[in-house]
């Protein structure tokens, strides 16, 4: 079973049992969940001791398969699980691999259209497997992108072919921890110009005389449509969101479910004055936005519910009545924030040095570092 094929089953709501056949620690990391999703953790090992003494049927059994189900087995890159779906066949059960395992899963990517009532059309795109969003707006022909991951570079330049526009600007919100930047690569490959935050450059973000930085209200130019930068520091110094009529692209300072970790960019010695930061970016900016304001964020959790249009955005007025940290005091805030963080995104260092530009690798090496779930929110769900 291709990982495309595994994700339509999902989006279809039909059960599944995956066999994931990696290590407790590595599932705990990173695996595939959804609401359809039956996930029974028997290591690999297991299977061939099992071989060996002539008990696998016994350990299938036990591992609560069931022969008149699809069982789909998961590894790290499609090979043990590969074996595993074998001997299950060897005994009837209905078993298939995921093809290339968890890293094929990584290369699923899928988009839906937003609604809005802006002169354009936008579009999210979704990595089920980080939770990363990224977002193409389109009008009259032209096209901006919206924190883009490297990965996918080739897929934004064949979609905007597809819709009849040219990427004039490729956008990042903040300088992310979490995944690979595609600014730069994209912006080379369809001559368009990169878009900072303005405050980027003191982060020391590497630069050449194309690369345009937006301070707060500045404005970029998309076919018939503008958008506005919105300096929203807090997850951190440089973070800023767009807006476009009834839509604000909140990168990581505003989620569905949550809102922003302080302490990706100093530290935990920085965390608290991020924290109030974050604080006062909530007081003065997103209190003065209306109710209907739709949130399009950077990332989404595995908690996070979607829109009824399919989209993972939400209207800033539901937002504040799901969400408690928006209506606390500064001390209640920082506290909250402070107490709820979970573990940083794997390889967030280098991560950040790769995409302020002061390091480089191949793509292969940029892959790797980012597999795994997003952490950027201060939880997964209040």
Wanted: negative net charge; glycine residues 6%; contains cysteine.
């Amino acid at each position: 079973m291709t990982p495309e094929e595994l994700h339509d089953r999902l989006e279809r709501g039909e059960s599944v049992t995956l066999l994931d056949v990696r290590n407790r620690e590595e599932y705990d990391a990173w695996h595939i969940d959804g609401d359809s999703v039956t996930t029974t953790l028997v290591p690999y090992s297991k299977f061939m001791t099992a071989e060996v003494q002539g008990t696998v049927e016994e350990t299938a059994r036990k591992a609560g398969l069931d022969s008149d189900e699809l069982v789909v087995a998961v590894c790290g890159r499609g090979e043990a699980s590969d074996y595993v779906a074998e001997l299950l066949r060897d005994l009837g059960y209905n078993a298939e691999n995921l093809e290339d395992g968890m890293r094929g899963w990584a290369h699923v990517y899928v988009s839906e259209t937003v609604p809005t009532d802006a002169d354009a059309t936008v579009y999210q795109y979704r990595r089920p497997s980080s939770g990363c969003l990224a977002y193409m707006l389109v009008s009259s022909g032209e096209a901006a992108v919206i924190d883009p991951l490297r990965q996918f570079v080739d897929r934004y330049a064949a979609d905007a072919r597809e819709y009849g526009a040219d990427i004039v600007s490729v956008i990042d919100t903040h300088v992310h921890a979490d995944h690979v930047s595609g600014v730069r690569e994209l912006a080379d490959a369809v001559d368009a110009t990169p878009v900072y935050p303005a405050a980027a450059e003191a982060r020391g973000l590497v630069a050449d005389s194309s690369t345009k930085f937006v301070p707060d209200g500045d404005e970029i130019h998309v076919g018939d449509v503008t958008l506005t930068a919105v300096h929203t520091p807090g997850h951190t110094s440089e973070m800023t969101a767009l807006r476009i009529d009834d839509i604000c692209f909140s990168g990581d300072g505003l989620f569905l479910d949550s809102v922003a970790r302080p302490d990706l960019e100093h530290g935990d010695e920085g965390a608290e004055d991020a924290a109030r930061r974050l604080y006062e970016t909530f007081q003065s900016v997103y209190d003065t936005f209306d109710d209907d304001v739709r949130v399009a964020p950077a990332h989404y959790g595995e908690a996070t519910e979607r829109a009824v249009d399919g989209t993972y955005t939400a209207r800033l007025g539901k937002l504040r009545d799901r969400l408690p940290a928006l209506s606390m005091d500064e001390t209640e805030f920082v506290e909250y924030v402070l107490d709820d963080m979970p573990p940083r995104p794997a390889n967030y260092e280098e991560i950040i040095e790769m995409n302020l530009g002061r390091s480089e690798v191949e793509d292969d090496e940029a892959f790797e570092l980012e597999l795994g779930p997003n952490n950027c929110a201060v939880s997964q769900a209040d």
